[in-house]
């Protein structure tokens, strides 16, 4: 018994059409007792903003102002995370500093030329991050001197993943400060909670 079905509709796609991304929910307010899951950008559920190591510093910077983000991830041709650039890269000292010893203008500063390269970056396990809490997530990030942690899975080949990102700035603002207080303030809590 064969049953027949009706054609829908066709519409001709809009000028200026979007297309829906992945979004992710976070709790507004936590406590440094919290689980750590609850402060973690879930790749799974977020869109990685990213960068290629040729890119100038400038189109770098414009992608993180698009999307809202002061991080991006930089990936290899083979679209393997070759580093990190954040916009204290980008806003930091680190652009004069290169164009102090390599010349030339800031048009001439490619994204290799900031970014934390691979081999230097340290990362977090999930299977640590599942029992850990928001407060040894700030504690770890103290100890690393980063804005940012990335968080890896880890397969039966030892190749790892990178599942998740934790911002400070995101943190700080779940616990409820004001964005623009700094890690040290933030640190300070943790101290006085005793974590």
């Known amino acids: 018994m064969s049953r027949e079905f009706e054609i829908l509709k066709s519409y001709r796609l809009k000028t200026g059409s979007y297309f829906t991304r992945p979004t992710q929910v976070l709790p507004a307010r936590v406590s440094l007792s919290d689980p750590a899951l609850s402060v973690i950008t879930d790749l799974s559920k977020v869109s990685l903003v990213v960068a290629r190591p040729n890119a100038t510093m400038e189109s770098a910077n414009s ?11 930089v990936l290899d041709s083979n679209d393997q995370v070759a580093g990190l ?3 204290n ?10 164009l102090q010893n ?12 900031l970014m934390t390269s691979q ?3 340290e990362v977090m396990k999930i299977d640590d991050v599942k029992n850990a809490e928001v407060g040894h997530i700030v504690a770890t990030l103290k100890k690393s001197g980063r804005q940012h942690g990335l968080v890896v899975s880890e397969g039966a080949d030892g190749k790892q993943t990178v599942c998740g990102i934790f911002s400070v700035t995101q943190i700080a603002r779940q616990l409820g400060f004001d964005v623009a207080q ?7 809590v943790v101290v006085a909670s005793g974590n």
Request: hydrophobic share 50%; charged share 30%; no cysteine.
């Open 85 to 87: 650039l954040t916009a």
């Open 89 to 98: 890269d980008l806003l930091g000292e680190k652009p004069m500093r290169f």
């Open 63 to 73: 992608k993180m102002i698009r999307y809202g983000v002061r991080m991006l991830v």
């Open 119 to 121: 081999r230097e970056l």
């Open 102 to 113: 390599m010349g030339g203008t800031y048009a001439d500063i490619m994204v290799r030329d």
């Open 182 to 188: 700094t890690l040290a303030e933030v640190e300070a």
